[in-house]
């Protein structure tokens, strides 16, 4: 399952699963945009579409109605928004959107999809949660983007702090931090060619991310290759973080 499955970083990985053959079921709060999506990745794989609201908990019910009590291996939060403005003008209300999705959302369908991820975990493969954070929640942003990072900042040590109570029930959580990929969020910044060599000047490898760096980070994850790993923030960012 991977919630804001229908653009952006959430697409890439969804659809990144279903070419290696998992079976996904994506939601996002637009139905239309989640139904379009997933008929699109239906045509590589399985996908099912679940609109839902995950701010709200019909939201959530409906998402884990959907799954109908089955097990459920990968658990993919990735559901997200963002605010910006001067730090005089900035609004209570930013912080109250953007933790709302960013990381009481996280916490509200992980709890809720706690039987479903117990029933499928095992020592030997345990079922995964991964969370997307961002690298604005491990270094200082440009933007004034305050309720943002601060959220991703939280959303990394949630993931530490379910990584510690979680793995004795055969379940890890690991969290990406995402550097600049193609999105919604990034379209202002990656649209304007001046805008986009100025970032990609100061990413040491050179370049944004690629739909394969964040789908593959997940897969592994998701894989036998990362069975044994739990609580780990892994930077997908070119090495922007190095710096």
């Known amino acids: 399952m991977v919630s804001g499955g229908s653009r952006g970083i959430g697409k890439m990985i969804a659809e990144g699963l279903v070419r290696a053959g998992v079976e996904v079921t994506i939601s996002a709060r637009k139905a239309e945009a989640c139904d379009e999506t997933a008929a699109e990745l239906s045509q590589l794989g399985i996908c099912h579409s679940v609109p839902a609201d995950l701010t709200n908990p019909d939201g959530v019910a409906a998402l884990v109605e959907s799954l109908g009590g089955s097990s459920l291996d990968i658990l993919v939060n990735n559901a997200g928004a963002t605010w910006g403005e001067p730090i005089d003008d900035f609004p209570d209300a930013a912080f109250d959107k953007v933790l709302d999705i960013n990381v009481k959302a996280v916490f509200s369908l992980t709890q809720a999809l706690l039987p479903n991820l117990r029933a499928a975990g095992s020592s030997e493969d345990p079922a995964r949660v991964i969370n997307i954070g961002s690298i604005d929640g491990i270094k200082v942003p440009v933007l004034e983007s305050f309720s943002y990072s601060a959220s991703k900042a939280a959303v990394h040590q949630l993931t ?84």
């Open 160 to 243: 530490r702090h379910l990584a510690s109570r979680l793995g004795r029930e055969h379940i890890t959580v690991n969290a990406i931090a995402p550097g600049p990929f193609e999105s919604k969020m990034m379209a202002f910044a990656l649209n304007d060619p001046d805008t986009r060599a100025g970032i990609e000047r100061g990413i040491p490898l050179g370049r944004i991310g690629s739909p394969e760096d964040v789908a593959g980070t997940t897969i592994f994850l998701a894989s036998r290759a990362g069975a044994y790993l739990t609580g780990a923030i892994i930077p997908v960012d070119g090495g922007i973080t190095t710096q």
